[in-house]
């Protein structure tokens, strides 16, 4: 294995990936992973980052990269999947602005557009989500839907990928390979965590509102959202959820009193910094990841119990959407963020998710509207935030 430190911008490295590749890239830094030297993949997440650790030893390989899966409960079908790559490339920027200096690639229009489940029973599932959960005693449960969406032509993942990377600069773009040739692509705003010798980083995001093309709304959907009881209940849960996961591996924990109001393109979104110390330099970020993931904010709360109701509600697998996608090195360090607003892309066609935070004050439509938000992401890479697609 080859790593490459040669002199290049987050954004070149964004502007060379290829389907194939493995790309995190944000407008401050970026990877980008070339070639399959060895494949390490399980179902069981502890084994998996026992097992990459030793590959890495083995292979004397600087890295691993790759994905988890939504659901890594003992029964789960759907393995994480790590790759130990052949080239290395790195870049760091000091100037932000260079995400504007990707083109503007152009990708068909679909031929044919279809929501699982249509936005009427979407809504029917939030409310009977509601109901569940004052039946069964939980506090959150995260519900999602897809738009399945047919070209009659190829894709380019890499075209989307630049055009992600170029409108989200302050996202994680990323892309990976997945088992049976499709790849997630998406742009995400949240961050896992990170590890860095024994330090700790993370960055959880829950309760969010949708941005608005006039100021003066846009404002007000902020600032509902920061005094919402609704969505500050709701981010409570995650970090309270967050801090108990971390706390048995750190000896020191940094937790701000109260969530920070943040915005991307689409979403108002509030998040909370989380900084720690690890007492074991042994713990890896793998491991880390393994430990939190999936947490409340993509999955609910209590996490076996809210994993069953989505399971049963949403009319499909969720497979690698809302799972993690990183890196860990042979160190331990790493970085991993949460894989939202994505897409699964096949070589003519793409499923689009999009996800919502369900608690007792939920409201059905608000519940719709926000996935619908939330789609915009991917559908203005694909140049159709403002096609008036149905079901959206």
């Known amino acids: 294995m080859t790593t490459s ?33 060895r494949t390490v993949t399980d179902t069981d997440p502890g084994r998996l980052a026992a097992e990459v650790a030793r590959q890495l030893k083995a292979a004397r390989a600087p890295l691993a990269v790759g994905v988890l899966p939504f659901d890594t409960g003992s029964g789960t079908r759907v393995p994480g999947h790590l790759v130990l790559p052949r080239t290395v490339f790195r870049a760091d920027a000091d100037d932000s ?69 170029r409108e989200n600069p302050r996202h994680f773009t990323y892309a990976a390979e997945l088992p049976g040739g499709r790849t997630l692509v998406g742009a995400t705003p949240e961050l896992l965590l990170s590890r860095a010798g024994r330090s700790v980083f993370t960055l959880p995001h829950a309760g969010s509102m949708p941005r608005s093309a006039d100021p003066e709304t846009d404002r007000a959907n902020g600032e509902e959202l920061r005094t919402s009881r609704k969505n500050q209940i ?15 591996f750190c000896r020191s924990l940094d937790v701000p009193y109260g969530p920070e109001l943040v915005s991307t393109p689409a979403i108002w979104h509030l998040r ?40 049963e509600l949403e009319p499909f697998d969720r497979d690698y959407y809302a799972g993690a996608v990183g890196w860990v090195d042979a160190a331990g360090d790493g970085e991993w963020a949460v894989a939202i607003r994505c897409a699964e892309v096949a070589d003519t066609s793409m499923r689009l998710y999009a996800g919502g935070g369900i608690v007792a004050d939920s409201d059905p439509r608000a519940e719709l509207d926000e996935t619908s938000a939330k789609f915009r992401t991917l559908l203005g890479a694909m140049g159709l935030a403002d096609a008036n697609l149905p079901y959206v």
């Open 272 to 311: 909370t910094a989380i900084t720690g110390e690890l007492a074991d330099p042994g713990i890896t970020a793998l491991d880390l990841a393994a430990a939190l993931h999936p947490t409340p904010a993509i999955c609910g709360t209590p996490t076996e119990g809210a994993r069953s109701l989505v399971s």
């Open 97 to 165: 602005s260079v995400a504007g200096v990707l083109p503007r690639e152009v990708l068909p229009r679909p031929s044919d557009v279809r929501a699982v489940p249509s936005p009427e029973a979407h809504m029917d599932n939030v409310a009977a989500t509601v109901a569940a959960l004052a039946d069964r005693g939980f506090s959150k449960a995260v519900l999602a839907r897809a738009l399945d969406l047919e070209f009659a032509e190829p894709l380019r993942a890499e075209h989307i990928v630049r055009n992600l990377a």
């Open 234 to 248: 709701e981010h409570a849960v995650v970090v309270d959820y967050v801090v108990e996961a971390l706390r048995p």
């Open 5 to 37: 430190t040669a002199p290049a911008t987050p954004v070149d490295l964004a502007a060379r990936y290829q389907r194939g590749d493995f790309l995190l890239a944000t407008a401050r830094r970026a990877l980008l992973a070339q070639g399959v030297q």
